[in-house]
């Protein structure tokens, strides 16, 4: 199994916070002050799944608390269904102590893995996601592999499953090879307006292309003038959720959009999103010019949308999947809805269950391939239950998660495509 829970780290947070709730401003609580009310249990994805107490935000949130308070009490079994967590942060929505279940669970992860020593695998899977040129150089033979007709035999002779990579490889899709232009300039008929830089992160670029084009589309048809810098890598989201460093790709990340002279930073996948907002690196200069410069792009468009903007119409039945970080986290998933009626006719509803995670969960679908592809098939029975002729999800990471193995005409598409598609 390609294990991300098995990292180890080169420095650890001593999870201490101010147990006084302050006057103003957000509050995050001490694990010890649950209540153990309970109202969390029910929307906890991995009760749904199993059934059991031990399966709850309520647990985890003990099990947290004995961990930030180095008690050596916590068992193995314990720790692991600590680690069954799916990082959905549906638990937050609704804990009557604000419990910040997030940033617990980060600061557990990080005191946890200093003395656990990372798979090979992990640690090449790390790598690929911090190096931008390591990741260009390994995508032909991606492609490669995909055309070579080799995917079948190989999975036949269970060899991926002995090597841990069976489900890495059952996700893998064709990458786009070529990298993005630096700057998509606005034409010459459409009035300019100003100039952005998109946030593109690891996987995207190459394997999120078309959103991206999509994106950039819509930004130039508003009057906007699109930069997408070289130097941005990784938001930071999986080292972060793995109990790993992540500052200083903030740090850089923060420095190469500083750097650029624009009036914001977009990002279009909402779990980027959800880190991104969470940035605190960086002098207090650049990253307080960071956190007031980004944006979602849905949140953009809408409100930089020209009353002349017409779009093509359409009846298409549209069901919309709220992703967990853009429900849980960034709370924004009503700019989606406001930004896809901008299609005369579109019949728009919200996904049956949206508050259940699709499984996907960053690394989620990697560390725990049984418990995702469970979550997963509830949602597919869901999108299939809708009747809507197709599904729109504002992040990268579930629409990759719930497209692998689909064919063609049933994939999930973002919003922006859509939208693109009717200009
Ligand atoms: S809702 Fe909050 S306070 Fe209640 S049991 Fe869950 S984590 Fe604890
Ligand atoms: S983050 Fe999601 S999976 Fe984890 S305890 Fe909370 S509700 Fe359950």
């Not at 490669?144 to 841990?164: D, M, V």
Request: charged residues 20%; glycine residues 8%.
């Amino acid at each position: 199994m390609f294990d991300f829970q098995d990292f180890g780290f080169d420095s650890a947070s001593d999870g201490s916070a101010d147990a006084s709730p302050p006057s103003t401003g957000p509050y995050i609580p001490e694990a010890s002050e649950c209540m153990r009310c309970g109202m969390c249990v029910s929307t906890c994805p991995t009760f749904r799944l199993f059934q059991v107490d031990e399966q709850t935000p309520r647990r985890r949130v003990r099990t947290i608390a004995k961990i930030l308070a180095d008690d050596a009490g916590v068992g193995v079994e314990e720790l692991a269904q600590l680690n069954d967590c799916v990082q959905c942060r549906t638990c937050e929505t609704v804990c009557p102590s604000r419990m910040s279940y997030g940033t617990l669970f980060d600061r557990a992860q990080a005191k946890l893995r200093a003395t656990a020593r990372p798979s090979w695998l992990a640690r090449l899977g790390l790598r690929l996601i911090e190096r931008k040129h390591a990741r260009a150089l390994l995508l032909p033979f991606v492609t490669l592999y995909l055309r070579s007709g080799l995917q079948k035999p190989l999975r036949a002779s269970g060899l991926l499953a002995k090597l841990g990579l069976g489900a890495a490889e059952a996700l893998v899709c064709e990458p786009s090879l070529v990298g993005m232009a630096g700057i998509y300039p606005v034409e010459r008929r459409i009035k300019y307006r100003g100039r952005v830089a998109l946030f593109t992160g690891c996987l995207a670029e190459h394997f999120d292309r078309p959103v991206q084009v999509a994106g950039i589309k819509l930004l130039n048809r508003l009057g906007y003038e699109v930069v997408v810098p070289e130097e941005q890598g990784c938001c930071g989201a999986i080292h972060q959720h793995n109990g790993l460093p992540a500052e200083s790709m903030m740090e850089a990340n923060i420095a190469a959009f500083y750097a650029l002279e624009v009036e914001a930073v977009i990002y279009s996948a909402s779990g980027c999103g959800a880190m991104l907002t969470e940035y605190q690196g960086g002098d207090s200069e650049t990253s307080g010019w960071f956190t007031k410069h980004l944006i979602d792009i849905n949140e953009f468009l809408l409100a930089h949308w020209p009353e002349d903007l017409q779009l093509a119409a359409s009846n298409l039945n549209v069901a919309v999947h709220e992703p967990c970080s853009q429900r849980n986290v960034l709370k924004n998933s009503q700019s989606v809805y406001a930004l896809l009626r901008k299609i005369p006719g579109v019949n728009l509803e919200a996904l049956a269950d949206n508050q259940l995670c699709c499984g996907a969960g960053g690394t989620y679908m990697l560390s725990h391939p049984e418990n995702a592809e469970s979550l997963r098939a509830a949602k597919r029975l869901a999108m299939a239950g809708s009747g809507a002729d197709v599904v729109v999800s504002a992040n990268f990471g579930c629409g990759f998660y719930l497209n692998a193995g689909q064919p063609a005409g049933s994939r999930v598409v973002h919003p922006l495509q859509l939208l693109a598609d009717r200009i």
